[in-house]
């Protein structure tokens, strides 16, 4: 049996995007017939040394969590044990650079973790890169990111990973253009589609023809003022009722966009963080979801892989993002581009269903990538 050894930044629930992905992705390997474990190498959720297991879906799954305040010298002692008893085949790091320091310059990562594991085959997956890399970033973030590129590249050298992984296309373009080929493991949905059944919490107003949805984390910068009077006119002009759902933990930007809508006579229904199965009875019960990610990162959004799981296309409307060098991409199927007038063109367009890969797909395709670099 093929046994991974999965590294991460922290495991709190909830609280750390890549460490729930890392405890969804090990619990479905461990489903699929492998066995895994998770080092979280730097998390800042505990005080001591936690050696127990997790559940993930009803599967448990090993784990050691090593407390962020500790020494390197007490990481490594501690666990280097743990990691020879496991005794992995491949360790498998899952990598954000402020997940491994405050600041995001992990100066002595690979060399801690080979002190920690010994020689192993190693498999990264960049989950983010470095910052500053787009032309509206400012001096002291190109800089910053200047620097952060330079330990990316260092930490690739050292630890001479026999897989390279990212999910985006343009994180895929960066490590080539460093040097690195790189494989796109899609991200998995944060959302799984659920038949199970739900009372609902609330009821909307009759006779609404479209719901549009935006779900997590609202970035700065996005169009709200515009969408929303762009939105009140293709009700108007079309005889059509819309409303608004904000699901999830929406941010510092919410009461803006609550504001903006209601202030045309759009109902709007902010549901704060609710429970995976509500979540996706709402989304089956929507017309379209908007993100505000950028589009050039749309493709690391969990939130946009959930909405188009559940067959719901996507406006994309966020702050301008762009990068100097060109780049040849293309939004995946089911995306749209807002741009400043074309709202009421993009509610009327017909946009076959997505077939998003779903966690079991994804697993799938990590498997058999590691197994066929053996």
């Known amino acids: ?35 895994t474990a998770i080092v979280a190498w730097h998390d800042n959720h505990v005080t001591a040394f936690i050696d127990g297991v997790q559940e993930e879906d009803k599967t448990t799954v090993p784990v050691l ?18 990691i020879n008893d496991f005794d992995p085949d491949w360790c498998s790091v899952q990598f954000v650079p402020f997940a491994y320091h405050k600041k995001g310059l992990p100066f002595n990562l690979a060399a801690e973790f080979i002190s920690a594991a010994g020689k192993r085959k190693w498999q990264i997956m960049f989950h983010e890169l470095w910052v500053g890399m787009s032309t509206q970033s ?24 026999s897989v390279i992984h990212t999910q985006t296309g343009l994180y895929k373009f ?60 293709f009700a108007a002009d079309n005889n059509k009722k819309l409303q608004l759902y904000l699901i999830g933990h929406s941010g510092a930007e919410k009461e803006k966009w609550i504001a903006a ?17 509500y979540i996706s009875f709402l989304f089956k019960h929507a017309s379209v979801g908007i993100s505000t990610t950028p589009l050039l990162l749309i493709e690391k959004s969990g939130s946009v892989a959930a909405m188009r799981e559940h067959g719901l296309p996507v406006i994309c409307a966020a702050r301008p993002w762009q990068i100097k060098q060109p780049i040849n991409f293309q939004p995946p199927p089911g995306i749209m581009e807002y741009k400043k007038g074309n709202l009421g063109a993009l509610l009327q367009k017909d946009i076959p269903t997505v077939q998003q890969k779903n966690l079991a797909d994804i697993s799938k395709e990590f498997m058999q990538t590691i197994l066929s670099a053996n």
């Open 1 to 35: 049996m093929t046994k991974i050894l999965f590294i991460c930044g922290a495991l709190e629930y909830g609280c750390n995007g890549v460490g729930d992905y890392t405890r969804r992705l090990a619990a479905e390997l461990i489903k699929q017939g492998l066995s």
């Open 65 to 82: 969590r090593i407390p962020a305040s500790y020494t390197t010298a007490q990481k490594i002692k501690r666990a280097s044990k743990w």
């Open 138 to 161: 400012t001096l002291k973030e190109h800089y910053w990111g200047v620097l952060q590129k330079k330990l990316i590249k260092r930490f690739i050298a050292q630890l001479q990973p």
């Open 174 to 233: 960066q490590l080539d253009k460093l040097g690195y080929q790189a494989g796109i493991l899609p991200l998995f949905p944060n959302i799984s589609v659920t038949d199970e059944d739900v009372t609902p919490l609330y009821h909307p107003a009759n006779n609404i023809d479209i719901t549009v949805v935006v779900f997590g984390n609202i970035h700065h910068g996005a169009p709200a003022a515009t969408l929303a009077q762009e939105a009140a006119d």
């Open 261 to 277: 809508w209601q202030q045309h006579n759009i109902p709007v229904k902010s549901f704060g963080e609710q429970s995976p199965h």
